[in-house]
């Protein structure tokens, strides 16, 4: 958290608030649309804060990756609901724990909307971070328009959608292991689903297996993926479970398969980076380097980034806040790095990222976490192509069913 903490302070310092006004958003920052609406905004007081959760099923069990067990089969999120003195509601996944969020709702209730969201950078204050989404969903739903319109875009970009939910399915249940034919049925129902990407959990031999054995089937894995679903990408993911001389292996391994991307292969470095790009280079491996989801060392991601060591920023969406993304987007267009911000886990978050790229651009794909709800109405969004399409609904476009 220390990182992430020293990440977000960089994001808020002059420095980083003066990437915001590149000449290609500065005019819609400053032009009287932007300005009427935050008029808008200081109509409504927040009058009262409250908290929830909402279940988020997904459509199978998930399973092991390097590093971690079992996944499951879902999750309870947290949220909180945002209501103003004229009737308005927001509501969004709560940023961190319950307990830090309840200390600031005092600070917040009783204050113009206006004066703690702004539209042309969202929160105005670092401490209201634990609500940065739900108060671009309550502004949204104040002006009536998407939160990617809050962002520049009545017609949202759209890009690329990956299903997150291809684990090391091989290996379950462990008392009669499915191998991978269960792997190839979980990417046949991804792909009736509509997803054209699949993303692969590499490095069972960290854990799991041997290391020979787990090497032999991940390539084993990628090959029969690819093999089966020609039409689509595929994304690998080693959860920092190698060394760059085992990654190395792992890619030798597949021989000719393109990888969309390549994400945390091993813990980064400058130097393993630079052996493996250079290795990439001799080999004529063009996938994309993807970082930034695992504990982010804002220094050392800056620096990679600034050496071309990675191609795809991956913090996460909410980790970072919807608002710090905001400012960070100028700065990864600068180095010519595309976002991809992580997802895992809530399908909310999916779906907050479709309006950051929706609104931004300069997004490679979103990272797909597969759900049905009970008590929150998902059917807004869209898969078509393999791309995910925002709702124009008010806010993100999602209503508390319960």
């Known amino acids: 958290m220390m990182n992430r903490r020293k990440f977000i302070h960089a994001l808020n310092a002059g420095a980083a608030l003066s990437l915001v006004a590149k000449p290609s958003l500065a005019a819609l920052f400053m032009d009287g649309q932007s300005a009427r609406m935050q008029d808008e905004l200081a109509y409504h007081t927040i009058q009262s804060i409250t908290f929830g959760d909402v279940r988020l099923q997904y459509p199978r069990l998930v399973g092991k990756n390097a590093r971690l067990d079992l996944h499951g089969y879902g999750i309870r999120n947290e949220i909180c609901i945002i209501t103003t003195d004229r009737g308005a509601k927001g509501w969004a996944s709560l940023r961190g724990g319950r307990g830090g969020a309840q200390r600031v709702v005092p600070e917040l209730v009783g204050k113009k909307l206006s004066d703690v969201f702004q539209v042309a950078m969202g929160i105005t204050d670092e401490r209201y971070l634990p609500f940065d989404m739900a108060l671009h969903d309550l502004a949204g739903v104040v002006l009536n328009k998407p939160v990617y319109a809050l962002l520049g875009r009545e017609q949202p970009f759209t890009t690329k959608y990956y299903s997150g939910m291809i684990y090391f399915d091989d290996l379950e249940p462990a ?187 300069n997004t490679v794909t979103i990272e797909g976490v597969t759900s049905t709800s009970d008590d929150v109405d998902l059917s807004g969004y869209t898969i078509k192509d393999g791309e995910l399409i925002p709702p124009a609904a008010p806010g993100f476009g999602m209503a508390l069913l319960r």
């Not at 069972?204 to 084993?220: I, T």
């Not at 945390?264 to 993807?290: C, G, I, Q």
Request: with cysteine; net charge negative.
């Open 175 to 361: 008392h009669a292991p499915g191998g991978i034919d269960q792997v190839l049925a979980n990417c046949r129902y991804d792909y009736d689903y509509g997803y054209r990407q699949f993303k692969l959990k590499i490095g069972r031999g960290h854990r799991w297996m041997s290391y020979k054995d787990g090497l032999a089937r991940d390539v084993e894995v990628t090959k029969a993926v690819a093999a089966a679903f020609p039409d689509c990408d595929i994304l690998a993911d080693g959860n920092n479970g190698f060394t760059v001389h085992e990654f190395i292996e792992y890619l030798k391994g597949i021989g000719n398969i393109p990888l969309f991307w390549i994400e945390e292969p091993f813990h980064e470095t400058v130097d393993d980076y630079r052996k493996l790009r250079d290795w990439m280079s001799r080999a004529n491996v063009k996938s994309l380097l993807a970082d930034g989801e695992a504990d982010p060392d804002p220094a050392l991601l800056d620096e990679l980034m600034q050496q071309k060591l990675m191609d795809v920023h991956l913090t996460d969406i909410e980790g970072l806040g919807f608002t710090n993304w905001r400012k960070l987007m100028p700065k990864l267009v600068e180095y010519k790095v595309q976002a991809s911000p992580h997802a895992w886990g809530s399908l909310l978050k999916s779906y907050y990222t479709a309006h950051l790229a929706g609104g931004l651009g």
